[in-house]
């Protein structure tokens, strides 16, 4: 049976999860430690607990009807027992831990959606409004160019009455002249 401290580390490596969302770093790194760790633990355990059981095997094989190794048979299996138990206990944390993370990503995420459907919301009213804008500067730019050429119209009126006026002047101040000479 080993005597190694239960709480040593193993080796982890990263196999990364791209189907998650985005995190912010700090916290994606704190719980990318929690969980080196409580993988390295687990592993160890494992570890642990298949050596004992090596060793119960071995000791069972090896020496049937003996009271002493009988005994250590016995505390080899309680031991086993007591690693299985604490490798499901650590297990069952490891589930709670992440059932709490993935209904808080869950919460995250619904509240970014519904922050996107009030941002497209906005949106849509906001086209509406420019969209009724531009509806009304159209029928204004309309109305003016009515108003522009019928302007003009009047003003070829005017400057058409004023040729003829000036030239009824002319002819008057003509026959005037004429008159006076």
Known sequence: MSTKNSTELVEYVDKGC???????????SQLQDRLNNQERTIAFLLEQAFRIKEDISACLQGSQGFRKEESLARKLLESHIQT??????????????????????????????????????????????????????????????????????????????VQELASAIETISKNLDVKVT
């Open 84 to 161: 299985i138990t604490s490798i499901v206990k650590k297990l069952n944390q490891n589930i709670e831990l992440l059932e709490d993370q993935i209904r808080i990503r869950d919460q995250v995420a619904t509240g970014t959606n519904f922050a996107v459907q009030d941002l497209n919301i906005k949106h849509i009213q906001g086209v509406g409004d420019l969209r009724g804008r531009v509806a009304r500067c159209d029928s204004s730019i309309v109305k003016l160019s009515g108003d522009m050429q019928f302007i003009r119209h009047e003003c070829r009126q005017t400057e058409k009455s």
């Open 18 to 28: 791209p189907f998650l969302p985005a995190m912010p770093s700090n916290q994606t």
